[in-house]
């Protein structure tokens, strides 16, 4: 399980064309698979979704976040 919070400052538009930023709240929360792949290192994959979905989201309702990285310790 994950959970995070952030805020993303994005440039958005109105009909008119006229733009202003502001900052856009995320909640991501989902589940996801940890893997060693070494001595000290690992690889990770994760779905999240948005669960706050905010009016001014440049996102899709629901649509998933997919997260693949590789973490090493030292």
Do not use: C, T
Request: avoid cysteine.
């Amino acid at each position: 399980m994950h959970a995070e919070y952030a805020a993303f400052n994005y440039e958005l538009y109105n009909p008119l064309g006229e733009s202003n930023r502001e900052w856009v709240p995320f909640l991501f929360v989902g589940a996801g698979y940890s893997q060693p792949i070494g001595g000290n290192a690992w690889l990770n994959a994760q779905v999240l979704f948005d669960v706050l979905q905010s009016s001014k989201s440049p996102y899709n309702d629901w649509e998933p976040f997919y997260s693949i990285g590789v973490g090493v310790g030292f």
